[in-house]
């Protein structure tokens, strides 16, 4: 691993490059706004400094992004849960009470995903069964994940899955993910069938969805 001098431009970045028997280069910003840089053993650095440079808008753009969902867990911070402002504040256990989560001192992000997790298998459950009930979808059985790259899923055995990180999602939005893992029991692609099932729900759907995409990066918390 090497690191890479920045241009005038990108003096407070922090760049790091690992280089591999890749034959491509690949770019990526991590949570902390450093940027990472895998490279064929054959570049460099100038080669690199060079591509950095032709991608600072998209760099710029990224760090924004992860600045505007960086998750505080200090005293005081709000946290939007389930459409709701909750304040957080210190407690010997992670609870959630009124419009307050208490986390301990320690390790609070292994205390807050544990809470999460218990609190989006109770509300996704709940919801689940409800939709199935109401519109007469059969599934398996549901499991709360620490899944990243998708909110929900849906196996070929009708388990569905939901990642906690749901429990950052408005109300609203976790109808959506319901509904679409429960249509996905009756058609398990994304074919007009699916969409049309999914429209007989949520008619406002492709509105509800492009809310949900913005809110991806989400899935690098915690």
Not at 37 to 64: F, G, S, T
Not at 174 to 198: G, N, Q
């Amino acid at each position: 691993m090497g690191i890479v001098e920045p241009c005038k431009e990108q003096e407070n970045l922090q760049v790091s490059v690992i280089r591999s028997s890749r034959k491509t280069i690949s770019l990526s910003v991590n949570e902390d706004g450093s940027i990472v840089v895998k490279a064929p053993k054959y570049v460099r650095d100038a080669q690199i400094a060079r591509m950095i440079e032709r991608h600072k808008l998209w760099i710029a753009r990224r760090r924004r992004e992860s600045e505007q969902f960086r998750l505080d867990l200090s005293d005081g911070a709000a946290l939007m849960l389930f459409g709701k402002r909750y304040v957080l504040a210190a407690g010997r256990h992670a609870v959630l009470k009124e419009d307050t989560i208490y986390l301990p001192k320690k390790d609070r992000a292994a205390a807050l995903i544990a809470l999460l997790k218990n609190l989006a298998r109770i509300t996704m459950t709940d919801l689940t069964h409800n939709i199935a009930i109401q519109y007469g979808f059969s599934f398996g059985r549901i499991r709360i994940t620490s899944a990243r790259g998708r909110w929900g899923s849906c196996s070929q055995a009708g388990t569905i899955s939901y990642s906690f990180r749901t429990a950052f999602l408005t109300q609203t939005e976790e109808l959506y993910v319901v509904v679409h893992e429960l249509c996905h029991t009756r058609h398990m692609d994304h074919s007009a069938l699916f969409w049309r099932e999914v429209a007989k729900i949520l008619p406002n759907y492709l509105e509800i969805r492009k809310g949900i995409r913005a809110k991806g990066v989400i899935m690098r918390w915690l």
